[in-house]
C-alpha cells in the first residue's frame, strides 16, 4: 500500500510540476531547456518532450522514494537482526525485467507517432526552397517565385561569411534537400527539426514558420574540417520582406542555381555515366 501511494504521490507531483511549462515561454526552465518555438511542427515534438520529462520525473521520484524507504525502514538496528531476503523472488525478478520493456516500448511508439506528424506533408506549400550542403558552405535556392522574380534566385555562403536563408512568416514552405560531398545535417534549433543532407538523395519535408525573427542554424552532423563553422542565418519575416528580398537578389544577379547546387545531384568522385545509381 506504501508503495502504492508513493507510485501516485510521485506521477501527481511530476504531472503538477510540470503543467505549467511551455514551448513559448520566455523563461528556459519553463521550456525545459527548449529554444523558444517557431514553427508549426514544434507542438508535436514539444509533447514528445514534455511527456519524457514527466515519464523520467516519475521513474525518478519512485525510485528515490523506494530507496529512502529502503535505508530508513531497513536501517542497523542495536538487535543486529537481518531483514528477510527477497533472493530468487520472481514476481520481482519479472518485474524488473518486464517494467523497462514496457517503458521502452511506450516512448518508441509516441516518438514514432510524433516522427510521422512531423513529417507529414503539406498538400500544396505556398513555396519551395532547394538546400544544398556541401564542404563547407550552405546554398538556399528559391524555386517556383516567378510571380515576385520571373525565375529562380539563390542566396549563398562561405565559412567566412555564412549564408542567409529568408523564409515568409505563417506561409508554408517545402525544403528539399541535397549534398554533393559528404553527409550533412539541415538543423533549426527553433523549428524543433533537423534532417540528414545526404549525397545521392534528396530528403524534403515541410513546415510553416510561425514566428518573425533571426535565428541561426546549422550542421548537426560531424562534416569534415570546417564543420563548426558551417552555420546559416535564418530570417523569418513579413511576405512584403520577403518579396523585397528576392528582388534584391535578382538585382544582384543571384539568378538561377548556384554552383554548388548544380552539382549536388552528382556525388563526388563517381563518374556521370551510371555508377551513381
Known amino acids: 500500500m506504501a508503495r502504492k501511494k508513493l507510485a501516485i504521490f510521485a506521477a501527481v507531483a511530476a504531472v503538477l510540476g510540470l503543467s505549467g511549462c511551455s514551448p513559448v515561454d520566455d523563461h528556459d ?8 518555438a517557431a514553427s508549426d511542427r514544434t507542438d508535436t515534438m514539444w509533447d514528445l518532450w514534455l511527456g519524457s520529462w514527466i515519464a523520467v520525473l516519475v521513474i525518478f521520484l519512485l525510485v528515490f522514494g523506494l530507496i529512502v524507504y529502503a535505508s530508513v525502514r531497513y536501517r542497523r ?3 543486529d537482526e537481518i531483514p528477510s531476503q527477497v533472493r530468487y523472488n520472481l514476481p520481482i525478478e519479472a518485474l524488473y525485467t518486464i517494467a523497462p520493456v514496457i517503458i521502452v516500448a511506450v516512448f518508441f511508439f509516441h516518438t514514432v507517432t510524433a ?13 519551395t526552397i532547394e538546400v544544398v550542403g556541401s564542404k563547407w558552405q550552405w546554398a538556399f535556392n528559391y ?8 525565375t529562380d534566385v539563390f542566396d549563398v555562403g562561405t565559412p567566412e561569411k555564412p549564408a542567409e536563408l529568408w523564409l515568409p512568416v505563417d506561409e508554408s514552405v517545402r525544403f528539399n534537400l541535397m549534398s554533393p560531398d559528404v553527409i550533412h545535417s539541415f ?44 552555420i546559416f542565418k535564418v530570417k523569418v519575416v ?13 538585382a544582384d544577379g543571384d539568378v538561377g542555381a548556384p554552383k554548388g547546387a548544380k552539382e549536388a545531384r552528382e556525388i563526388a568522385g563517381l563518374e556521370k555515366d551510371g555508377e551513381q545509381g
Open 29 to 36: 526552465i519553463k521550456r525545459l531547456a527548449l529554444p523558444i
Open 77 to 79: 538496528r542495536s538487535d
Open 115 to 127: 516522427q510521422n506528424e512531423m513529417l507529414r506533408k503539406v498538400e500544396n506549400p505556398d513555396h
Open 143 to 150: 524555386v517556383d517565385e516567378k510571380a515576385t522574380t520571373g
Open 187 to 230: 538543423w533549426v534549433p527553433e523549428f524543433y527539426f533537423k534532417m540528414d543532407v545526404v549525397p545521392g538523395r534528396q530528403n524534403s519535408f515541410d513546415l510553416t514558420p510561425t514566428r518573425e525573427g533571426t535565428f541561426t542554424g546549422r550542421c548537426a552532423e560531424l562534416c569534415g574540417l570546417y564543420h563548426s563553422r558551417m
Open 238 to 250: 513579413s511576405r512584403a520582406e520577403y518579396d523585397a528580398h528576392l528582388k534584391q537578389l535578382q
